[in-house]
T-cell receptor, first 111, second 116 residues
Framework: SQQGEEDPQALSIQEGENATMNCSYKTSINNLQWYRQNSGRGLVHLILIRSNEREKHSGRLRVTLDTSKKSSSLLITASRAADTASYFCATDKTGANNLFFGTGTRLTVIP | DVKVTQSSRYLVKRTGEKVFLECVQDMDHENMFWYRQDPGLGLRLIYFSYDVKMKEKGDIPEGYSVSREKKERFSLILESASTNQTSMYLC???????????????FGQGTRLTVV
């Protein structure tokens, strides 16, 4: 299976702190994406990083990708209570249309 | 504003019923997907379609079928609902990767199905 695995499964931090989530995957990929899901809702795309990129920023999000280790990290800086959600990484195989999702990290930001 | 719409947020069905979950997207996307999401298991791909009248099995197709008669609509069918199909069902759409090299998927709000 190419499914990604997020680590940790759950993370609880105080508002204002940074949150780091990690994702590992098994096979070569074209892109890696991070999605966010609020409780009981659909997924929302956050950021995409291509296999030839090592780091990307979007607002308070910072994503890194290490293809040699088949891993990625998502950093949320200066967290807010509204960042409370589940975060999923998703990978695809080169040339394929399907996305493979991990089991997610449940982030709780305490006000 | 791009949109993927699932016909129901919540459904309760009886064991043995035939259940239809509808998904419509307004982005002219070729690719459409059905996932189910269960605690601790993440999202698992049930079926997908790359074009009208085309369908392919995902990781867990057993007990399900799909229909793609029009580009914008992708239906998931539970032929005979069972209690182990109680889950959150998510529909998604995307452009073909060879067209955009960007596999960003757009998701509907989800349908929480309970089979009793």
């Amino acid at each position: 299976s190419q499914q990604g695995e997020e680590d940790p499964q759950a993370l609880s931090i105080q508002e204002g702190e940074n949150a780091t989530m990690n994702c590992s995957y098994k096979t070569s990929i074209n892109n890696l994406q991070w999605y966010r899901q609020n409780s009981g809702r659909g997924l929302v795309h956050l950021i995409l990083i291509r296999s030839n990129e090592r780091e990307k920023h979007s607002g308070r999000l910072r994503v890194t990708l290490d293809t040699s280790k088949k891993s990625s990290s998502l950093l949320i800086t200066a967290s807010r209570a509204a960042d409370t959600a589940s975060y999923f990484c998703a990978t695809d195989k080169t040339g394929a249309n399907n996305l493979f999702f991990g089991t997610g990290t449940r982030l709780t930001v305490i006000p | 504003d791009v949109k993927v719409t699932q016909s129901s947020r919540y459904l309760v069905k009886r064991t043995g019923e035939k259940v239809f979950l509808e998904c419509v997207q307004d982005m002219d996307h070729e690719n459409m997907f059905w996932y189910r999401q269960d605690p601790g298991l993440g999202l698992r791909l049930i079926y997908f379609s790359y074009d009208v009248k085309m369908k392919e099995k995902g990781d867990i197709p057993e007990g399900y079928s799909v229909s793609r008669e029009k580009k914008e609509r992708f239906s998931l069918i539970l032929e005979s609902a069972s209690t182990n199909q109680t889950s959150m069902y998510l529909c998604a759409s995307s452009k073909p990767v060879l067209e955009t090299m960007n596999t960003e998927a757009f998701f509907g709000q989800g349908t929480r199905l309970t089979v009793v």
